[in-house]
């Protein structure tokens, strides 16, 4: 069985939304898996990987790393269902994932960095703190005290995701991998935040339902 190495937080809490694409990915196919826990303080558990960093799936004596690869492990791994479902819509998706890594995460994260650091597990609490404060160049509390400033920045990319979701029932028509990959980073938000983050945005949020209710988690 498919091995995920998955990241946790304090009391089993799963949050990554990169191991939450991959996560989308194995429900949408039914391929069934378990999961290996691992902390950002868990690094060396991951050295067989050759990297650092979650997710990472083990599949007999196949060693995948980084939720673009994984999902196209999978695709050939198990065609069907597609989840690149015509010509040129692998490509297609490849641009959709690294907007949403580039656009959405980078308006999500001052917002929620202060929750997410509340939902660490205690021996990371160093490390995500001295990372996290390095790359934005304030410190959490600071952060968190600009709540309201950060929070213009996600609704201007959610009311783009919502402009074009009010036509369609998925981001490209039919399901494929984008639906998956802002599935993910939308379990990121809002497994470790309180924001109410659909609340001006109801095309997206019944996106949001048919997507649970598709993937059944
Ligand atoms: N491009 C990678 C990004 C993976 C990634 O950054 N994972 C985070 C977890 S959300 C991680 O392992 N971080 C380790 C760290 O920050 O030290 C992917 O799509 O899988």
Not at 57 to 82: G, H, M, N, R, T
Not at 133 to 144: D, I, K, P, S
Not at 157 to 170: F, R
Request: net charge neutral; aromatic share 12%.
């Amino acid at each position: 069985m498919i091995e995920l190495y998955d990241l946790v937080g304090a009391n089993d809490l799963r949050f990554s939304p990169f191991c939450w694409r991959t996560k989308a990915v194995l429900a949408y196919k039914k391929i069934p898996y378990t999961t290996v826990p691992i902390r950002f303080s868990d690094k060396d558990k991951l050295a067989f990987s050759g990297q650092d960093r979650v997710p990472v799936i083990k599949d007999a004596e196949a060693v995948v790393s980084d939720s673009w690869s994984i999902a196209k492990y999978l695709e050939d791994k198990q065609p069907e269902p597609k989840i690149f479902p015509g010509l040129g819509l692998r490509e297609a998706c490849r641009f959709f994932n690294l907007y949403v890594d580039r656009a959405v995460h980078a308006a999500c994260f001052p917002l929620v960095v202060a929750d997410i650091f509340a939902k660490v597990d205690p021996v990371d609490r160093t490390y995500f703190r001295t990372s996290r404060e390095e790359r934005l160049g304030v410190t959490l509390e600071a952060m968190a005290a600009k709540r309201a400033e950060n929070r213009p920045r996600v609704q201007t990319v959610l009311s783009d995701l919502e402009a074009t979701i009010a036509e369609q029932d998925y981001f490209f028509g039919v399901l494929t991998y984008a639906d998956l990959c802002l599935f993910g980073s939308f379990k990121w938000i809002t497994t470790v935040s309180e924001e109410p983050l659909f609340s001006s945005t109801p095309a997206l949020q019944a996106w949001w339902s048919r997507m649970h209710e598709r993937l059944g988690l």
